[in-house]
T-cell receptor, first 114, second 115 residues
Framework: QQKVQQSPESLSVPEGGMASLNCTSS?????YFWWYRQHSGEGPKALM?????GDKKEGRFTAHLNKASLHVSLHIRDSQPSDSALYFC??????????????FGAGTRLAVCP | DPKIIQKPKYLVAVTGSEKILICEQY?????MYWYRQSAKKPLEFMFS???????DNQTASSRFQPQSSKKNHLDLQITALKPDDSATYFC??????????????FGPGTRLTVL
């Protein structure tokens, strides 16, 4: 079983709509969570990090973390066609023997339709 | 200008051969990493280096050997290539961070196909 699971596998939203992506971890050692975005033919790029319970907002993007349930979400408001990409949730362990190892989920493919 | 350079962008190899994937970063980072992405598995951590020293190795096979000739270089040598090695290999870098929350910056990747 993957330690970081994402849902849905794919998502289609209209331009201007809200996209909601989910991520759940099965490993309580994970303390730090990231959302990465990957456009076709490119490397992943960090969108935002979230380390504390609650919401974190950066522009059109809002992440939410619930450490008790190890659930992370990403909400994209006013979605744009340029937001169409593969979105990854990634997690790392706090002060573990592993040096900054990121564990990725399988990704959610988002399509924003004009 | 690209901050992380990976060469080549595409690579085709025959089974049993050896290839070297090149990575250079110009972000001034002290930590570098290799990840692999294939159709069968999500992005998968392979190695981490800090100040040219191997910090973590999550690759079971000794056929994969990182090589760091300079602080901002981390190449990946793969020997005795197998079709299952076909994947896109990403190099990444970050500030050194033992607390494990430094942002990692990824290169554009090298897509390896083993025939």
């Amino acid at each position: 079983q993957q330690k970081v699971q994402q849902s849905p596998e794919s998502l289609s939203v209209p331009e201007g709509g809200m996209a909601s992506l989910n991520c759940t971890s099965s490993d309580r050692n994970f303390q730090y969570f990231w959302w990465y975005r990957q456009h076709s033919g490119e490397g992943p790029k960090a969108l935002m990090s979230i380390f504390s319970d609650g919401d974190k907002k950066e522009g059109r993007f809002t992440a939410h973390l619930n450490k008790a349930s190890l659930h992370v979400s990403l909400h994209i408001r006013d979605s744009q066609p340029s937001d169409s990409a593969l979105y990854f949730c990634a997690a790392s362990e706090m002060l573990s023997g592993s040096f900054n190892k990121l564990t990725f989920g399988a990704g959610t493919r988002l399509a924003v339709c004009p | 200008d690209p901050k992380i350079i990976q060469k080549p962008k595409y690579l085709v190899a025959v089974t049993g051969s050896e290839k070297i994937l090149i990575c250079e970063q110009y972000l001034g980072h002290n930590a570098m990493y290799w990840y692999r992405q294939s159709a069968k598995k999500p992005l998968e951590f392979m190695f981490s280096y800090s100040y040219q020293k191997l910090m973590d190795n999550q690759t079971a096979s000794s056929r994969f050997q990182p090589q760091s000739s300079k602080k901002n270089h981390l190449d990946l040598q793969i020997t005795a290539l197998k079709p299952d090695d076909s994947a896109t290999y990403f190099c990444a870098s970050s500030q050194e961070d033992w607390a494990n929350y430094a942002e990692q910056f990824f290169g554009p990747g090298t897509r390896l196909t083993v025939l």
